[in-house]
């Protein structure tokens, strides 16, 4: 027999009763929108998703298909074993300058 959850079940009630964290899934998705550089909203555009989507599975509040967490943390992978160069990661949308100090 299957135990059956609570139509307003939290991440802590499916956590306790399926044995699978949500949260940790959350987690790891945030973690590798941050390798990657993108935003939630950029993901939901990525996805054609709408934005709410996207923020509950961040919260952990909804599931984040398995498929979608292998994609990102596969396209995440490359980024963590080579990151950018110093002074590259500043955010900005024009690269450092020949002869110039990285932006702090």
């Not at 555009?45 to 934005?51: A, C, G, I, N, S």
Request: charged share 20%; hydrophobic share 40%.
């Amino acid at each position: 027999m299957t135990a059956r959850l609570p139509a307003r079940a939290g991440p802590g009630i499916v956590r306790l009763m399926s044995g699978h964290d949500p949260t940790s899934d959350a987690s790891r998705l945030r973690a590798a929108l941050d390798v990657l550089g993108w935003s939630q909203r950029y993901l939901a555009w990525r996805l054609f998703t709408p934005d709410p989507t996207i923020r509950k599975m961040a919260r952990g509040s909804a599931a984040v298909p398995p498929e979608l967490l292998a994609w990102l943390e596969s396209a995440a992978t490359p980024l963590r074993l080579h990151p950018l160069p110093e002074g590259w990661q500043n955010g900005s949308d024009e690269p450092p300058r020949t002869g110039e100090a990285p932006a702090a």
